[in-house]
């Protein structure tokens, strides 16, 4: 059983260490990026409401995200625990996770936090080539990582495990792994 939450800046690798974790650990990788993706290529109600706010790199407002991953946490596989990748990534989407998870008294068991300096993952990005990735929407993307998501940090001090993720991506799974170990 773990409820873990991974936040980074974009770039950092959140997505790629996600899948490799949810599959070492035995748990969901939920990724708030890749529902709204899935929404949007289905072209649903939520998707097309999202799409503006992809587009510009802008953070898809709290009562359309915050309930898409409610509906997510209440399917089955999700009992078991998860990993929250891209969510939440402000103080409000912090507290309103809190609250969902508490009434089935459940609580988030560590924060991991991506450690990956900003010239380092804007080159990565760049050569990402998703549609969202031009370089002003990169650089948006930074900008509300630092205002809105860094302050999370702080914010999650008890819980969280700060993992260097420059470098070899097995390598940064492991790190992540040895620090989930030695919690506590
Ligand atoms: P990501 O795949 O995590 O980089 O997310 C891609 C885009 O989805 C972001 O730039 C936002 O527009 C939107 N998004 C993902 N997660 C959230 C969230 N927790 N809150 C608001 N918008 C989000």
Known sequence: MLRL????PPGAG??????RLAENL???NISTGDLFRGNLSQRTEL?????RFLDAGELVPDEV??????????EPDAVKGFILDGFPRTIAQADALSELLAEDDHELDA??????????????????????DTEDVIRRR???YRDETYPLLRHYGH??????AVGDIAEVTERVLTALSSRT
């Open 5 to 8: 939450v991974l936040v980074g």
């Open 111 to 132: 924060v991991v936090a991506l450690d990956v300096p900003e010239d380092v993952v804007v080159a990565r990005l760049l050569g990402r080539g998703r549609c969202d």
């Open 65 to 74: 995200t915050v309930g898409m991953v409610a509906d997510r946490l209440a």
């Open 26 to 28: 035995g748990v969901p």
């Open 47 to 51: 998707g097309l409401a999202a799409q």
């Open 142 to 144: 930074q900008e509300i």
């Open 14 to 19: 959140k997505g790629t260490q996600a899948v």
């Open 159 to 164: 819980l969280l495990l700060t993992v260097d």
